[in-house]
């Protein structure tokens, strides 16, 4: 190119230089900044209603899978059990379970945990229903334990060793937990508290429990009970007791 041509092209641009467009201007970086903030405050909005609708769905759901049943407070929560929780629940959650079965095996930390994290509104209670050939002697030794206020400790040591405890270690476990040997031996070969055990089998059965876990979720407030069998796992557990204390 000549350099006339050259500077008759600058001289163009010069006197018809293009114009910044409108997004590089002050005002325009503006507009898009808020463009941006309006969208990013939308999509907040609408992942909150999702989540929230998904919340109120768990909950109605958890409540929906359970069957309403009578609630008679003195068959449901018996009168002879070991419990978590507060003396005065809002809810009562009443576990039917047995120290033989691996699926409340799977349960029983969640247990421990939810009685712990909601210690002042809920009382979790502990009944016994048997299905598994050593059931009998380990529902016997935690009683006996609880004879010296250990029943969860050893609670947990039965379900933490299940399937690995044979019936000449439960003395072994008993001085373990600080126990006074004797008196356990002596409370286990009587089988001081199978009256008991027989009572809790006795109301599992009439209340049309058919298996372990079974949970009754007992509403004091409006006289409600509510009977959920199989394991519960942390989060369906937690939608539930919330699902009950919001009702």
Request: with cysteine.
């Amino acid at each position: 190119m000549a350099l006339s041509d050259r500077i008759a092209e600058l001289r163009q641009k010069l006197e018809h230089p293009t114009p910044t467009r409108w997004y590089k201007r002050w005002w325009g970086v503006l507009i898009l900044f808020c463009l941006f903030l309006l969208i990013s405050f939308v999509a907040a909005s609408v992942i909150y209603i999702i989540k929230t609708a998904r919340d109120i769905k768990n909950e109605k759901a958890s409540i929906n899978t359970a069957q309403k049943i009578q609630a008679n407070k003195t068959l449901i929560e018996g009168q002879n059990n070991y419990w978590l929780g507060t003396s005065t629940p809002k809810i009562t959650i009443v576990e039917f379970s047995d120290f033989a079965c691996p699926f409340c095996q799977d349960n029983f930390s969640v247990v421990r945990e939810l009685g712990l994290k909601y210690q002042n509104d809920i009382k979790i209670i502990y009944r016994d229903y048997l299905g598994h050939t050593d059931s009998l002697d380990l529902a016997l030794a935690a009683r006996c334990a609880g004879e010296q206020n250990k029943f969860w400790p050893m609670h947990d040591k039965l379900f933490t060793n299940q399937g690995q405890i044979a019936l000449t270690d439960l003395p072994i476990l008993a001085q373990q937990l600080g126990l006074d040997v004797k008196t356990f031996n002596t409370c286990l070969s009587t089988k001081k508290y199978l009256s008991y055990i027989r009572e809790d089998i006795t109301a599992a059965e009439t209340i049309g429990i058919t298996k372990t876990p079974s949970w009754i979720i007992n509403d004091q407030a409006r006289g409600e009970a509510y009977l959920q069998e199989g394991a519960i796992n942390r989060s369906d557990f937690i939608n539930i007791i919330e699902a009950f204390l919001k009702k």
